[in-house]
């Protein structure tokens, strides 16, 4: 069943010297119990298509066009307080990039949750706290840490916080925004545990895990998206993206990461000359030609659509034919 339906998605930065097209025309179905992978380097669009996923649309961020749909609701057609009440936290819920971000530094951890759910639910205080320590509890936390600031809470312990909280309503789809960047990797195992065991409870349906590190998304998403440049350029599961991957930009991404695994190894590390394309007025036709070793002259002038590789794995490249 699909649980998130994107269609067309443009989501620019108006700045003075005019739109910059951090997301454009990004188009995803999300099935339930799958946890979605989205790659690409720094700037390529992942965090702003997290943003734009909530429909979470802040200045100088404006949504231009498209269509999200989840659970059969049209929130790209619901008023920001609609969202806020009857969607955020409940159906989708977002884990920003920092912990840090998402709490609040002058409140203690259990009223801040106290004022998030009141935001969504007419609960009172002491069942609110009550389901604050058992999602805590399930989730391998101290009780005790409800009543702590997040500043007394190690970097490791603020992020599975942040977790307990953003899926305290129990949301059909959580997305997580870079939330092991900043991790140790015995801490990101951890949260990687924790957002599976989340799934295999049932308390969340779908994931949807933002990264640049092909090695995290490994261990945790079934499917991986790609994204360059604003643009998904290639979607599939992930065991296929990682040793098969179609598009150049994705094998270039791919061998630019260092791994112990000995048939990885033997690939050895690429460099990709050039660097993204300045999003303001990005190149015509496939935005990744400019540095692309098999680029001709199709691809300078004409977009890449979608080819249907197999029943799960698309490409957006001139190098396939239909």
């Known amino acids: 069943m699909i649980l998130l ?3 067309g998605l443009k989501a620019y930065y108006e700045v003075r010297e005019g739109f910059v097209k951090a ?21 390529c669009g992942k965090s702003t298509l997290a943003n734009a996923l909530m429909m979470n649309i802040k200045p100088p961020l404006r949504f231009i066009e498209g269509v999200v749909e989840i659970n059969g609701i049209v929130l790209s057609k619901m008023n920001k307080n609609f969202l806020k009440k009857n969607v955020w936290g409940k159906l989708i819920s977002l ?22 759910v009141r935001q969504h639910e007419e609960l009172n205080e002491s069942e609110i706290v009550s389901m604050a320590e058992k999602r805590f509890e399930e989730l391998g936390l101290p009780v005790s ?14 992020q599975r916080t942040a977790i307990a909280i953003a899926t305290l309503l129990n949301p059909r789809l959580l997305i997580a925004d870079e939330i092991t960047s900043a991790l140790d990797v015995s801490t990101q195992k ?14 969340v349906s779908s994931v949807i895990f933002v990264s640049h590190d092909i090695a995290v998304l490994r ?18 599961p992930t065991e296929e993206i990682v040793y098969s991957p179609l598009h150049p930009y994705t094998s270039a991404l791919i061998r630019s990461v260092t791994t112990p695994e000995p048939e990885i190894k033997k690939r050895g590390l ?49 190098l396939y034919k239909a």
Do not use: W
């Open 23 to 43: 997301v454009d025309g990004v188009s995803i179905d999300l099935e339930e119990g799958i946890i979605l992978g989205v790659a690409g380097e720094s700037g």
């Open 219 to 236: 261990q945790i998403a079934d499917m991986v998206a790609v994204m360059y440049a604003g643009k998904i350029v290639e979607l599939g």
């Open 95 to 116: 884990i920003p990039q920092s912990a840090l971000n998402a709490l609040m530094p002058t409140m203690k951890i259990k009223d801040f949750i106290i004022e998030v």
């Open 270 to 318: 690429a460099f990709l000359p050039g660097e993204p394309p300045n999003l303001l007025n990005p190149p015509p036709g496939c935005r990744f030609h400019p540095r692309c070793p098999y680029a001709t002259q199709r691809c300078k002038s004409e977009e890449p659509q979608s080819l249907v590789v197999s029943s799960n794995h698309l490409v957006y490249c001139h």
């Open 5 to 7: 339906r994107a269609r």
């Open 145 to 158: 840490a409800l009543d702590l600031y997040p500043h007394e809470l190690s970097g490791g312990m603020r």
């Open 190 to 203: 951890q949260v990687l545990k924790m957002l599976v065991d989340l799934m295999r409870k049932g308390s």
